[in-house]
């Protein structure tokens, strides 16, 4: 079982920046597949960034066009937690941002849909004004 708590979110400009966190805890894979996805009030939940390994050191990463160029999504190892960073951020970037983790390595395509995810965090709110 693994466990994830969110950290990190808060209220900024448009045009700022803000760095996620999520700390993972508990039993861990070879393979894994972890990812953000985030939900604004009255929408669906949305894809937004996913990062994989097989248990070596290389890690592939996939995002929605939505952040791509804005977002970047990472993880220590050393510290078993998973980061987002956001710039440039816009109004439409606010919604509530949840961590996933899942032990499937899969594929991008397979990484984007939320049913592949076996964990999740409670969520973390994020605003941004203009």
């Known amino acids: 079982q693994v466990q994830l708590v969110e950290s990190g979110g808060g209220s900024v400009q448009a045009g700022g920046s803000l760095r996620l966190s999520c700390a993972a805890s508990?039993?861990?894979?070879?393979?894994?597949?972890m990812g953000w996805f985030r939900q604004a009030p009255g929408l669906e939940r949305e894809f937004v960034a996913t990062?994989?390994?097989?248990?070596?050191?290389?890690?592939?990463?996939d995002y929605s066009n939505s952040v791509k160029g804005r977002f970047s999504i990472s993880r220590d190892r050393a510290k078993n937690t998973l980061y987002l960073q956001m710039n440039s951020l816009k109004p439409d970037d606010t919604a509530v941002y949840y961590c996933?983790?899942?032990?499937?390595?899969?594929?991008?395509?397979?990484?984007?849909?939320?049913?592949?995810?076996?964990?999740w965090g409670q969520g973390t709110q994020v605003t941004v004004s203009s």
């Open positions: 996933a983790a899942g032990q499937y390595f899969g594929s991008a395509s397979i990484g984007r849909s939320s049913s592949t995810y076996d964990y």
């Open positions: 990062i994989r390994w097989n248990g070596g050191y290389t890690y592939y990463t």
């Open positions: 508990g039993r861990t894979f070879t393979s894994y597949t």
